[in-house]
């Protein structure tokens, strides 16, 4: 036997039984046979060829994704992707670190401390009357962490000094790490928090007139990244 798709032979597919593959999909099959017997001459004969090959499996064709901000507290939603049939139905199971969690079958997740630390994802699960049911991943999020709060009071001096009095919180806990500040697009200065999460940022000749500077915690340990312009 040897199997034909779209008037080609498919290499490898020389059995008695073929399956069409996704790649087949809108093209019609067919077969050739190939009879030999000792002292006869082999003969060959091809077979009428199939209507085009339909789908009749949900494929996924663009993945599930997975959107909102990575925090305890906050809200993730699941997209289902597209898939290869419109009209289906889709359910959810959303994972924590690979395994998963106990009631989290909704389009949408809320992060708790269980989730902290760990990546998530989300399975989709696409059905439709008729047709094989498609299940498709979602990848994963960055690792989950808390809110981070960030407090900047700004004073200026003479001579062109500014001073900023930065304190960083997470989970209502001090946290580590440092921050940055920046004026435009150009870094001024680093500095790191002190165990109470605070810091003075003392900068020197700064540009007159009224300046718009960017504080930034770049983040550390479970505290998220958080930036405020002052």
């Keep these: 036997y040897q199997w034909l798709v779209d008037y080609e032979e498919v290499p490898g597919a020389t ?8 790649q087949d999909i809108g093209k019609p099959v067919a077969v050739a046979v190939t009879g030999s017997k000792t002292l006869f001459t082999s003969y060959t004969s091809y077979s009428d060829s199939t209507d085009r090959v339909i789908n009749l499996t949900l494929t996924n064709t663009t993945m599930p994704s997975v959107a909102g901000s990575v925090m305890v507290g906050k809200t993730l939603k699941a997209t289902s992707g597209s898939w290869s049939h419109s009209g289906a139905t889709f359910k959810y199971q959303w994972f924590a670190g690979g395994k998963t969690i106990s009631g989290a079958t909704k389009s949408s997740f809320k992060l708790t401390k269980s989730q902290l630390g760990k990546t998530v994802t989300v399975r989709v699960t696409a059905s439709k009357s008729g047709l094989t049911s498609g299940v498709a ?4 999020t960055e690792k989950i962490g808390y809110v981070s709060s960030l407090s900047v009071k700004a004073k200026s001096y003479k001579k062109g000094a500014v001073h900023f ?4 919180k997470a989970n209502k806990k001090a946290v580590k790490g440092k921050v940055v500040v920046y004026l435009g697009d150009t870094k001024l200065k680093t500095v790191s928090l002190n165990s109470k999460g605070k810091a003075t940022v003392k900068l020197t000749k700064q540009p ?5 500077y960017s504080v930034r915690y770049a983040g550390s340990g479970h505290a998220k990244p958080v930036s405020k312009s002052v």
């Excluded at 991943?137 to 994963?140: D, E, H, P, W, Y």
């Excluded at 009095?165 to 960083?168: K, R």
């Design 208 to 212: 007159r007139g009224k300046q718009t």
């Design 15 to 22: 059995k008695s039984t073929f399956a069409p593959r996704v």
């Design 137 to 140: 991943m979602s990848g994963a």
């Design 165 to 168: 009095s930065v304190a960083v």
